[in-house]
């Protein structure tokens, strides 16, 4: 997985490395540390419906919604993205960038109260990624 160093607001998805389906900026991977180290292993839950802007729910690593609802798309970082099981088969063809945004989490994410939420930056992945990624 690569990192991304800042994310240009007029290009977000620029710098992100191509033919990878989960990636993250600096920033998600410095409040996944903070709330890892404060609530051991979690687990990114992506709730929308929506691609591009939506939240992300953190969660303990063990919480049952994962288990019987979603599907793994990916990790950061050895933290596991869900998406919902009804949504999996729109995932299959995207990119999904782990940003973080000024705001409140979810009232059940664990980055509720810190000040900064997850959300998502996606792309289409071109036909020869998602050949080279077998999906």
């Known amino acids: 997985m690569s990192i991304l160093v800042a994310v240009d607001l007029d290009d977000p998805l620029a710098g992100v490395r191509r033919g990878t389906q989960v990636e ?31 939240g992300i729910i953190c969660v303990p690593h063990e919480d049952d919604i994962l288990k019987k ?8 970082l050895g933290t596991p993205l869900y ?11 995207m990119q999904c960038v782990v940003d973080v945004i000024n705001g409140h989490g979810g009232m059940f994410s664990l980055d509720s109260g810190k000040g900064r939420r997850f959300f998502t930056r996606c792309r289409l992945l071109t036909a020869s990624e998602q050949e080279r990624l077998d999906l």
Do not use: C, S
């Open 69 to 76: 609802n979603a599907v793994r798309l990916g990790d950061v």
């Open 24 to 54: 993250a900026t600096e920033t998600a991977l410095d409040l996944l540390g903070d709330i890892t180290n404060d609530h051991g292993p979690v687990a990114l839950f992506h709730m929308g419906q929506a691609f591009d802007g939506t």
């Open 83 to 93: 998406v919902a099981k009804y949504q999996n088969h729109r995932w299959m063809e």
